[in-house]
């Protein structure tokens, strides 16, 4: 069941699911939460942190990390807001140890996150950008059946409401396999997959969004040429290529490649 807050006016007109197809018509994306740089001319949609500006004329997509604690911001977070395992301790996100998985498995937790990442979205609107993605969707996969699919499409579906009501449209990112479940029941306008070449996922993200995916590979987990993976019928119409860490042009480690 959806939870309800005060601020949400559930009469607001929800954003055209089409707005980031029409961009992406006449450009491609870049993803830039290392920090933001002036884009390449070619493109017309930019993801950037919460913290970040978005960029003035193009189509900005607000990153929000929606079901972990980002690192070093553990601390921000109430004491029962995040996830415990057997022995009290916080349960960590064992690709990205310094992030804490937020709890919830409960009506309570499931309110905290709602209403502290519910002002982040606001932030977003207010700050400009046209859109949210948020992350770590899959959070409960690795709680060791702690919460549930249940519990992350409550939330969820509560979070794109917050969305909708100013005016944004919401990414679904990671759960591929429950992609047509969350765009189903939680309202999600389009989807952000990382590396669904690698781990054979495209096909799930394109038959529920269309065009509506942005798709970023890595370069130290290309499953075969990035070209190869360009000319897959499966792939994304928009795929891009960059490095792990995401770090700005200035960084000689940079890498940005388009389809």
């Given at each position: 069941?959806?939870?309800?807050?005060?601020?949400?006016?559930?009469?607001?007109?929800?954003?055209?699911?089409?707005?980031?197809?029409?961009?992406?018509?006449?450009?491609?994306?870049?993803?830039?939460?290392?920090?933001?740089?002036?884009?390449?001319?070619?493109?017309?949609?930019?993801?950037?942190?919460?913290?970040d500006?978005?960029?003035?004329?193009?189509?900005?997509?607000?990153?929000?990390?929606?079901f972990?604690?980002q690192?070093?911001?553990?601390?921000?977070?109430?004491?029962?807001?995040?996830l415990?395992?057997?022995?009290?301790?916080?349960?960590?996100?064992?690709?990205?140890?310094?992030?804490?998985?937020?709890?919830?498995?409960?009506?309570?937790?499931?309110?905290?996150?709602?209403?502290?990442?519910?002002?982040?979205?606001?932030?977003?609107?207010?700050?400009?950008f046209?859109?949210?993605?948020?992350d770590?969707?899959?959070?409960?996969?690795r709680?060791?059946?702690?919460m549930?699919?249940a519990?992350?499409?409550?939330?969820?579906?509560?979070?794109?409401?917050?969305?909708?009501?100013?005016?944004?449209?919401?990414?679904?990112?990671?759960?591929?396999?429950?992609?047509?479940?969350?765009?189903?029941?939680?309202?999600?306008?389009?989807?952000?997959?990382?590396?669904c070449?690698?781990?054979?996922?495209?096909?799930?993200?394109?038959?529920?969004?269309?065009?509506?995916?942005?798709?970023?590979?890595?370069t130290?987990?290309?499953?075969?040429?990035?070209?190869?993976?360009?000319?897959?019928?499966?792939?994304?119409?928009?795929?891009?290529?960059?490095?792990?860490?995401?770090?700005?042009?200035?960084?000689?480690?940079?890498?940005?490649?388009?389809?």
């Amino acid at each position: 069941m959806m939870i309800a807050l005060a601020a949400c006016t559930a009469s607001a007109p929800s954003a055209d699911p089409g707005d980031l197809a029409q961009f992406l018509d006449r450009g491609t994306f870049d993803y830039q939460l290392a920090g933001g740089y002036p884009p390449a001319a070619d493109v017309t949609v930019v993801v950037r942190d919460r913290d970040d500006a978005p960029e003035a004329g193009l189509h900005s997509i607000c990153y929000i990390n929606a079901f972990q604690t980002q690192p070093d911001e553990l601390d921000d977070w109430p004491a029962d807001a995040v996830l415990v395992d057997a022995a009290g301790m916080p349960v960590r996100d064992p690709d990205w140890p310094d992030e804490a998985l937020l709890d919830i498995s409960s009506r309570e937790g499931q309110k905290i996150v709602v209403a502290t990442v519910g002002e982040w979205i606001r932030q977003c609107a207010a700050d400009g950008f046209d859109a949210v993605e948020l992350d770590n969707l899959d959070s409960f996969t690795r709680s060791g059946g702690r919460m549930t699919v249940a519990d992350a499409i409550d939330v969820a579906a509560s979070l794109v409401a917050v969305a909708h009501a100013e005016g944004l449209d919401a990414g679904q990112k990671n759960a591929a396999e429950f992609a047509s479940t969350f765009h189903d029941r939680a309202d999600f306008d389009f989807a952000v997959s990382e590396e669904c070449a690698a781990y054979d996922e495209c096909s799930v993200y394109v038959e529920t969004y269309g065009a509506g995916v942005l798709n970023i590979e890595y370069t130290d987990n290309l499953p075969r040429s990035f070209a190869e993976v360009c000319a897959d019928a499966d792939s994304p119409s928009s795929a891009i290529l960059r490095d792990r860490a995401l770090v700005t042009p200035a960084d000689p480690a940079y890498r940005r490649e388009t389809c």
